[in-house]
């Protein structure tokens, strides 16, 4: 630019101080002079503006990448995070439906053997009074636990009652009257019972 204004000034100076044809052409010389040194200075800012526009165009696609770069390891990060926190609830929710499964088990268990339990026929209702509800109790202090013993013996004690030829501890009569009235299918539905006790 400094080029520019020095050579308009001495192409005004020469027109003013001269006047004649050598002056027009020093005149023409200077304008084609000051002409191509805009010229050159007008090329050279567009060539220094396209440069400047390469440069910031590198720059922004440098920054672009590291941006790119900076957001895909955040990413991952992320995407660990999350795979480590699914795979907690996964082993949560596993020991957790292993312990809902092991108490469905022992509930199971605790039904069935609720289940399995015998159960005391109406014929065994008359011998409650002495023998307890589970059999367990020794009648009037006297007699053995008559739960757990076999079942042939069982019903065999009971025909020998019931024919009057059993007295235990003097308590024939009391078993007579006891057993008098139940039938063989009676007799061999409470020793099965007992048996089982």
């Known amino acids: ?9 001495v192409a005004t100076a020469l027109l003013f101080t001269a006047c004649g044809e050598k002056t027009k052409e020093a005149a023409t ?5 000051v002409t191509e040194a805009v010229k050159a200075d007008t090329t050279s800012a567009v060539e220094a503006t396209k440069q400047a526009a390469a440069d910031a165009a ?7 990448v590291e941006l790119a770069a900076s957001a895909k390891a955040e990413a991952d990060k992320m ?6 926190k699914a795979e907690e609830i996964k082993a949560a929710a596993e020991a957790k439906a292993a312990d809902a499964a092991a108490a469905l088990k022992e509930r199971a268990a605790a039904t069935s053997a609720v289940s399995a339990a015998p ?12 023998h307890g509800a589970d059999g367990k109790t020794k009648a009037l ?4 636990v008559i ?10 004690s009971m025909h020998a009652y019931k024919a009057g030829s059993k ?3 003097g308590m024939g009569m009391l078993m007579k009257g006891q057993v008098a009235s139940m039938s063989d299918a009676d007799i061999e539905a409470v020793a099965d019972y007992l048996s089982q006790l």
């Open 79 to 84: 995407a660990a995070a999350a795979t480590k």
């Open 147 to 156: 739960a757990g013993q076999s079942k042939e013996t069982l019903i065999a």
């Open 167 to 169: 007295n235990v501890a």
């Open 58 to 64: 590198d720059a922004a696609q440098e920054k672009a």
């Open 29 to 33: 010389d200077a304008a084609n002079a």
């Open 1 to 9: 630019m400094k080029k520019i204004t020095l050579l308009s000034l």
């Open 119 to 130: 159960v005391s026929p109406a014929a065994y209702a008359k011998c409650k009074g002495c």
């Open 141 to 144: 202090g006297k007699s053995a």
